[in-house]
């Protein structure tokens, strides 16, 4: 089961960080992915559980960062120089698949948390 929190209304450059809780049972990889209004879902980071392997949307490259707290299994998307492109609902998901950016190939999903970046 995943729990997804952190979104909120910020201005273009500021940062904010997503998380998600995870528990239950452990898949080899986590992901993020977005949907703007009247746009199909997208997708934005990935990681292994074990983090030695990311993917990142070129959108995002270099200012998005994915990672995992080994303290509580919480996922974490780290959000800098934040644009207006950005605002979205965001997701997490997991899967048994490695390393695919593919929206079907992930089985569980948490519910959206909703990133506004206002300019």
């Known amino acids: 089961q995943l729990q997804a929190s952190g979104g909120g209304l910020v201005q273009a450059g500021d940062s904010l960080t997503l998380s998600c809780t995870a528990s239950?049972?452990?898949?080899?990889?986590y992901a993020w992915f977005r949907q703007a209004p009247g746009k199909e879902r997208e997708f934005v980071a990935a990681?292994?559980?074990?983090?030695?392997?990311?993917d990142y949307a070129e959108s995002v490259k270099g200012r998005f960062t994915i990672g995992r707290s080994n303290r509580d299994n919480t996922l974490y998307l780290r959000m800098n120089s934040l644009e207006r492109e950005d605002t979205a609902v965001y997701y997490c998901?997991?899967?048994?698949?490695?390393?695919?950016?593919?929206?079907?190939?992930?089985?569980?999903w948490g519910q959206g948390t909703q990133v506004t970046v206002s300019s």
């Open positions: 990681s292994s559980w074990r983090g030695d392997r990311k």
């Open positions: 998901a997991a899967t048994s698949i490695p390393l695919t950016r593919r929206a079907q190939s992930y089985s569980n």
């Open positions: 239950g049972r452990i898949f080899g990889q």
